[in-house]
């Protein structure tokens, strides 16, 4: 069983209840044992847009990295995403941040995400559920990650799945 970590954002219709379908769909191919509090964020890449609301969640899954990257994009796809702007306005929006220690880089897929320690809408929500997680390529923790990240854009605390009924 690998050990994953999938970043979560969606900023068009019901913004919680993307994400709770979101973990729903997902946790057919995921045991999922950890999930961060949700965070609104200002739009990263193109500003005008809705905000977006976040998570991370941790888990483990017997799936290879391609095939989590097709699961994630068949959820994207069911749950209403097209293509279109890239960093633009999407329903769902699910990144592969880490696969164990894995570090891969093909034309499909790079683990870690290669923007996870610019992002503070990523490292924020990471590093409340892994802060000592370490970065396969950088090597240092997600929390040291968060240390030294300068702010662009704001984040703030939305609440829990529960509570953004």
């Given at each position: 069983?690998?050990?994953i970590?999938?970043?979560?954002g969606a900023?068009l219709?019901?913004?919680?209840?993307?994400?709770?379908?979101?973990?729903?769909?997902?946790?057919?191919?995921?045991?999922?044992t950890?999930v961060?509090?949700?965070?609104?964020t200002?739009?990263?890449?193109?500003?005008?847009?809705?905000?977006?609301?976040?998570?991370?969640?941790?888990?483990?899954?017997?799936?290879?990295?391609?095939?989590?990257?097709?699961?994630?994009?068949?959820?994207?796809?069911?749950m209403g995403?097209?293509e279109?702007?890239?960093?633009g306005?999407?329903?769902?929006?699910?990144?592969?941040?880490?696969?164990?220690?894995?570090?891969e880089?093909s034309?499909?897929?790079?683990?870690?995400?290669?923007?996870l320690?610019?992002?503070?809408?990523?490292?924020?929500?990471?590093?409340?559920?892994?802060?000592?997680?370490?970065?396969p390529?950088?090597?240092?923790?997600?929390?040291?990650?968060l240390d030294?990240?300068?702010?662009?854009?704001?984040?703030?605390?939305?609440?829990?799945?529960?509570e953004?009924?």
């Amino acid at each position: 069983m690998a050990t994953i970590y999938l970043a979560l954002g969606a900023n068009l219709g019901d913004r919680a209840q993307n994400l709770r379908a979101a973990l729903a769909q997902i946790r057919t191919s995921v045991q999922i044992t950890r999930v961060s509090s949700i965070y609104e964020t200002e739009p990263w890449g193109v500003r005008e847009q809705p905000w977006f609301l976040n998570l991370v969640c941790a888990g483990t899954t017997t799936l290879s990295p391609v095939d989590l990257l097709r699961r994630a994009k068949k959820i994207e796809n069911e749950m209403g995403r097209a293509e279109g702007i890239r960093f633009g306005p999407r329903p769902i929006d699910i990144d592969i941040l880490m696969y164990d220690r894995l570090i891969e880089l093909s034309p499909a897929l790079t683990i870690p995400h290669p923007r996870l320690h610019e992002r503070a809408f990523v490292l924020i929500p990471l590093a409340e559920i892994a802060p000592d997680l370490v970065h396969p390529r950088l090597r240092v923790t997600m929390r040291a990650l968060l240390d030294r990240l300068r702010p662009a854009g704001e984040v703030r605390l939305y609440g829990t799945l529960d509570e953004s009924q």
